[in-house]
């Protein structure tokens, strides 16, 4: 007998928690924090409580984001039967995590939360405790992770997301077979060609249930922006002269995005050149935790990222350097710049000095931020520094499959049992999606469901 249990996410976006499990095996994928809700209402206490006294032999991620992985700390090493506890995640999207903890445990400015993250640090780099998915099983011209806990057989499957090195779960176990689509897109550069490798690999799987994530369901009509329609659209803001001076707000970890960033930037200096233009030196800047990161993704993917190689980090304000002949604020001065900003009053040095520049702030996050101060997702200190810059423009796209990709997925899973809708806050509209028939199961959470 193999069950389903959605600890959390039938009716909101974040915070999902999947369980997954047999007479003898437990597992469960993703244990993230809630995303917008006020601190009195929230469930994240309950779901500590419950991890601590389940029976669970592996908790997987889908990938790093914080309503994925941001109760990770509270997991104990052992269940309740003294089993340890498996974690898995991506060999990438672990050293992200690496990487962000790493920065936090040595910033001086917050002691109090430093014992903390040094904590979050050592548990990242306990390998002893971790399954990294790797690329080791070949099915046609693709490459999957696939391994075993206890009576589960269970493949994963990279797929396109705001975060990299994210994952989608094909978990079989007694003769059923469960597929879970963690969160996924198809409009950036790495969803190209998703579909039809999926096909390759489901072509003789039997799938009885599909959890399926809807974070988009409430814009139906909606049209995604593809990385390539936002790294044309950027390429064009740059080739402005009034541009010269440009700003971005873009989450630190999302690697496509910051790549069609630095892409315009050197797209535009290019096409200046061209043109004849002298003013084609501009560099873009960051500080140097991101310029770790956009290391470890050039990396991995040196053709998506042409190696952020025009991506500079921040130098002491003042100091001469040899090879540009000035500082490095002169130079920005001299050459224009796209700087990667964000919310901590650190960044106030590098926008201070250009304001009566004029600069142009481009946006590149989630509206919800910014747009309503009354709505619970309203971030002050991101909606101060969006306001405090005259001239701006939004510029996104999203990390979530819309309703002709949700369609693609039923179709090509195709599950004989039923359509489960996870992470969504309009699981009713599911049913108006092409070929879900009356397969849509909307479950409660906390439900139990028995696969047939």
Known sequence: MVNIKIHRGTRQIGGTITEIYTENTHIFIDFGS??????????????????????CDAVLFSHYHGDHVGLLEHIPVKDIRGKEITLGIGKVARQVLVNIQGTLANDISRPEEQQAHKEMLSLLQNNSRWLDFMDDLTVGNEQY??????????????????????????????????????????????GEGFFDRLKEFMVDKKVDILLIEGTMLGRLDEEP????????????????????????????????SLASFHKAVLISNSMKEKLGNRDCKRAMYVNHYVKEQMDLFASVEP???????????????????????MSQMEYMEENGFLILIGKSDAYKKYIEPFKEKNPLLIYSMWNGYVDDETADTYD????????????????HTSGHAVKKDLEEMIAIVN???????IHTEFKESYEVLKGVGKKVKCLSDGEVFEVQ
């Open 415 to 421: 599950p004989r049992q039923a359509i489960v809708p």
């Open 145 to 190: 992770s696939t391994f075993d806990i206890g009576d589960f057989h269970i493949t994963t499957i990279r797929v396109d997301h705001s975060a990299y090195d994210s994952y989608m779960f094909v978990i079989e176990a007694e003769g059923k077979c469960i597929v879970h689509t963690g969160d996924f897109r198809v409009h950036g550069r790495l």
């Open 303 to 325: 053709d998506i990222t042409w190696g952020f190689n025009k991506a500079n980090p921040f130098e002491q304000q003042g100091k001469f350097n040899e090879k540009l002949g």
């Open 225 to 256: 922006m593809s990385e390539k329609k936002l790294l044309a659209k950027a390429t064009e803001l740059l080739m402005k002269p009034e541009n010269k001076y440009a700003y971005l707000i873009c989450s630190s970890t999302n690697m496509e």
């Open 34 to 55: 809630e995303l917008t809700v006020n601190p009195e209402d929230s469930t994240d206490a309950k779901m500590i409580d419950m991890i601590k006294n389940a029976k």
């Open 380 to 395: 002050e200190k991101w909606g101060a520094l969006y306001k405090s810059f005259k001239r701006k423009k939004k510029l």
